[in-house]
């Protein structure tokens, strides 16, 4: 399993940037995928994840209405486009795979592998 994820940036309050996470060695059809981000200081928080099994999407309160999580089952890709971005958006943002197939809950231990983490800076 690998997972590979686009470039993140710079970008100003307000601001839109989309990310891109691409997974080679399984099948979006079995697997869920989750998109997770860490502040300095701060616990990785999940949020935001799609279940292969149901295809419900899932979104943490402190994004929801704001970003977007959608999948390519054809390119093996999934985004996560972040719209009116905030300062406290600031974060590494990870995606992750689930083997169970199951998104939920989106807490870090379910989750079986990990990008490499992109930085999102999103300035005031």
């Known amino acids: 399993v690998q997972l590979v994820e686009s470039v993140g940036g710079l970008v100003q309050a307000g601001g839109s940037l989309r990310l891109s996470c691409a997974a080679s060695?399984?099948?979006?059809?079995?697997?869920?995928m989750g998109w997770f981000r860490q502040a300095p200081g701060k616990e990785r928080e999940g949020i935001s994840c799609?279940?292969?099994?149901?295809?419900?999407?899932y979104y943490a309160d402190s994004v929801k209405g704001r970003f977007t999580m959608s999948s390519d089952n054809a390119k093996n890709t999934v985004y996560l486009q972040m719209n009116r971005l905030k300062p406290e958006d600031t974060a590494v943002y990870y995606c992750?795979?689930?083997?169970?197939?199951?998104?939920?809950?989106?807490?870090?231990?379910?989750?079986?592998?990990w990008g490499q983490g992109t930085q999102v800076t999103v300035s005031s």
């Open positions: 992750a795979v689930d083997i169970t197939g199951w998104c939920f809950p989106l807490i870090p231990k379910r989750y079986d592998d």
């Open positions: 060695g399984f099948s979006f059809d079995d697997y869920a």
């Open positions: 799609i279940s292969s099994r149901d295809g419900d999407t």
